[in-house]
Structure formats: C-alpha cells, structure tokens
C-alpha cells in the first residue's frame, strides 16, 4: 500500500484537474551546470574561462542577471528544480538526500499534457535503476540515461533504469548526443517534448580533453602558490594540488559543456526546431571552494551568501523573445514548475509551492519579484536516522564515479520520516530577500545567532552589514522568514501528502 500511495496522490490529482494540449506550447529542454556559478562565464566578466555559447546566448536571447539555485548545494537545488517547492519541504536537506515519491514533479505534468519526457546526466534525487521509487522514471520521465550522482570522462550511465554501462566520450558531449537522439526520435512521432539535461561539469574531481586544457596552459603558472583540497582522479582519495592545475582543468570541464550546449543549438537549428524550442541554462550552486577565483560576491558553494546561490540563468526562445532582453528581477529553480505550468495551461499541484511564474518577466511586464525568496540550510545533524522513508536497499546506488564514499565508488541515498517539530528544526544558516534587502542569519545549536542584513542593490557583495542603521527592516524580514519555515515543517511531516 505505501508503495501505491504515490501512483493513487499522482492519479488523484489529475483526476480533478484535466489536462490540456500541448499543441500550441513549445518544445522545453531545461539544461543544468554542476557547480557552476554566476561568475564563472565570459558574459560575467570572468578574467581566463572561455564560454563562447553561453556568451552568445546571452548577448542575443534572455538573461537572468540575478538568477538562484534554490539551496547552495545540488540535491537540494534540483529538488526544488523537479517540484517548484523548497527541498526542506520533502527532506532533501543534503546532498545524498533522495526526494520522496509522493512528490509531484515536472515531468509527471508535462507528461499528463502530452509531452515524451527524458533526462539525461546527473540526477543525484535517488539511484536511477528501476527498483527505485525515485529513479527518473518513478518520476515522471518516460526515458532516461543518467547517473545517481556527478561523472567525468566516458561515465558508466543507466539506460531506463538498467545496469550501469560505460559511454566513451566527453561526459557533457555524452549526454547531449543522448539528449539529441531522444529529441530526434520524439519529433520524428510528432510529440512535444521535455528535456532535463543535468551535465555532470564543472563538479571535481576535474579532467578535460588535450584541445580544451590546452586553452588554459598558463594558468598553472599565474596560480602556483595557493593549494585547494579536491579529490584526485587516480585514488578517488582527497589530495592538495595547486590551484593553477586545478583551475586549467575546471575550466576545460565548463568550455567543453558549453561546447556541447553549442551542438545541441546547432542541431535544433537543423531540424526547424529551434524557433519554437524553450532552451534553458543555469547552474545547480554557487563555485566550490577549489574552483573559486574571482568573488565578485561574497561567498561559495555551501555557503547563504550570494556567492553560494547565484548562478548563471540563460533563456533561448525565439518565438516568444525574438530580440535580446534581460531582466535585474531575481529569479530561482522554483520558479521552472510554476512557470511552466502557467505555460502549458496546467494546473499548479494542491499544495505550498515556492516558486512563481517569471513569464511576465521574459514579457518585461514584471521588473521586480513580487514574492520573498528563500534559503536555507537544513541542520541535518540532530536527525532521527531511526525511520527512514524508503528501504534502504531501494536506496542503493549503481553507477560508479571517480569520488570515492567510505571506499565506495558506488552512491546510496538517505530521506527520513519527521513527525514531530522542535525548536531544533528551525536552525540552520538561512536567509530571506525581499525586494532589495537580505537577512542572513546564522544559528549554531549552541551560542548566539549572528544576523546580517544587506541591501543587494547598493551592495550585491554583501559587505556592509545595515543590521545597526534598519533594525524595523531586518525584524520584519525574520518573522517573515520564520512563518515561512512554519510552512516547510509542517510540510517536512508529510501533511502535504494526506489530502
């Protein structure tokens, strides 16, 4: 019975809400760098890494200048990618944290109003093979060749939920040839269809091909002195390396992906598809620490501050933005569901949903969020880790990567029942932005909380703290943030999914 309660919630919901066609919406594929922050492309202004598509995409379709991963880490993120809702909401607080199949997500709409649904590279919301009530296809895709977590060079994929097998080739260039021969396929039956292409680059440890690491030669040279902790690819084991080294390979990772988003264009264009196609980028969390060079905002991966969550956010549709438009009005993974939503003429899911429809803002019709956005941090530690959600052995991952785990090349995945809500559950580092102003605050189980509030338009760096001079201001904006957590716990106990 546990195991049919997502089929009976899912079917339920459409039940009540009829479909309508996809005919006249366009072809969507919602593409997602690993670790790739805001500043980590050429349009941005970064000083060494080359991003010639990325840079073309922006300067002639839609651009984001203030796009959010919802969370500063990327299971979390592509949770709220997959749901429009915040990752807390189903206990996906970190990454290895599965989503929970009552969740409805993207593809199980899109699919429900016609479109042939496929995702291909890193999925990391649970193992992708087919026991798993997780995988890509418990979710809603109706094909996939994808991955339980990151990959690097010739990656060992699941097809449809099988044994992993090993594709030769550049990882972002394996993927999109998948993604492009399920396209081919879709139109050639005459189906819309729904692309998820989740790149497993920039994320460490790095490789790159001969042709690309040679655009960075001079880089270990200018960066020899300060030594980053990442994971070496010969023992899949931490190691210290230079950061010039580490550097001309990340960046090989992020010119080869933009390369392969490149082919994909081409061949849209090829087919007659590109008009009428929604191409979207961005990036899962701000730039790890080993990666990170520049800072025109303060922090990294892992971290609240903007450094941690903005990432690039790019948006190809020439039927609908015939000229190039940008937008200053902050945007976030939560926002793809509902958006597509109101785009496709369907229904929101009955239940608290995070993000917004940004259509109007593609439209210029919106110059400002209407609505908070929201980080935050989960503290996973005090746990009941006596009640896990879903067997443990559905949870076993198959596809191995470099990056070794407790000597495992190999990744399994943890989500949790939480019934009963405590003062506990509302720490953890969060923050809150409403319009122009940021409340950060940082709440360790013991000692005092640190708060901070910034204005992010005189000071997107967040380097002067306002909490002194706009005392009104930061007070405000921590009883909206803490109603909002109200919502999420009560969330996190499943009530979402008793209706």
């Not at 969507?28 to 080359?50: A, C, F, R, S």
Request: glycine share 8%; with cysteine.
């Amino acid at each position: 019975m546990k195991r049919l309660l997502p089929l009976i919630l899912f079917s339920s919901f459409f039940i009540h809400h009829p479909s309508s066609s996809a005919e006249s919406a366009p072809n969507i594929i919602l593409m997602m760098g690993d670790d790739h922050g805001w500043e980590e492309t050429g349009y941005n202004g970064h000083p060494h890494v080359k991003t010639p598509v990325l840079d073309d995409m922006a300067a002639t379709c839609f651009r984001f200048e203030n796009f959010y991963a919802a969370h500063p880490s990327c299971s979390p993120t592509r949770a709220s990618f997959m749901t429009g809702r915040h990752p807390n909401r189903m206990g996906t607080f970190t990454p290895g944290f599965s989503i929970r199949p009552e969740e409805i997500t993207l593809p199980q709409i899109l699919g429900k109003a016609g479109f042939h649904c496929g995702h291909f590279g890193k999925w990391h919301l649970g193992p992708v093979k087919a026991s798993s009530p997780t995988s890509p296809g418990a979710m809603g895709f109706h094909e996939w060749v994808s991955h339980d977590n990151f990959f690097e060079l010739n990656p060992s994929l699941s097809r449809n939920g099988g044994p992993p097998e090993v594709i030769q080739g550049e990882s972002s260039a394996v993927v999109i040839d998948e993604a492009i021969k399920f396209i081919d396929r879709a139109s050639k039956d005459g189906q819309p269809f729904f692309t998820v292409v989740w790149f497993g680059s920039p994320h460490e440890p790095y490789s790159g091909l001969p042709e690309d690491l040679a655009l960075y030669d001079d880089l270990p040279a200018k960066y020899k002195d300060k030594k980053v902790k990442l994971t070496s690819n010969e023992t899949g084991g931490p190691t210290t390396r230079p950061q010039g080294e580490v550097l001309r390979e990340r960046y090989a990772e992020i010119t080869a992906m933009d390369r392969s988003i490149g082919t994909l264009r081409k061949h849209l264009a090829a087919k007659g598809l590109r008009e009428n196609t929604l191409l979207f980028y961005c990036g899962d969390n701000g730039t790890s620490a080993d990666g990170s060079l520049v800072l025109p905002h303060r922090g990294v991966k892992a971290q609240v501050y903007e450094g941690g969550v903005l990432v690039p956010g790019l948006i190809e549709w020439p039927a609908r933005i015939p000229l190039p438009r940008s937008t200053k009005a902050r945007a976030t993974t939560s926002d793809l569901l509902p958006t597509l939503c109101a785009l496709t003429g369907q229904p929101l899911p009955d239940r608290p949903i995070d993000g917004m429809d940004f259509l109007p803002m593609l439209d210029g019709k919106m110059s400002e969020r209407p609505k908070p956005l929201w980080v935050w941090q989960f503290d996973a530690a005090h746990l009941d880790k006596g009640n896990p959600y879903i067997d443990p052995k559905l949870q076993e991952g198959t596809c191995p990567l470099v990056k070794k785990s407790g000597g495992k090349a190999t990744r399994d995945f943890n989500n949790f029942r939480h019934s009963t809500i405590t003062d506990a559950d509302y720490l953890g580092s969060r923050a809150i932005i409403d319009g122009r102003y940021k409340l950060v605050i940082h709440e360790p189980k013991k000692g005092p909380a640190k708060h901070e509030l910034f204005d992010l338009i005189a000071d997107p760096a967040e380097k002067s703290d306002l909490l002194g001079q706009e005392p009104a201001i930061a007070k405000k904006l921590e009883a909206e943030l803490h109603d909002w957590q109200q919502s999420v716990l009560h969330s996190l106990t499943e009530a979402d999914y008793q209706k």
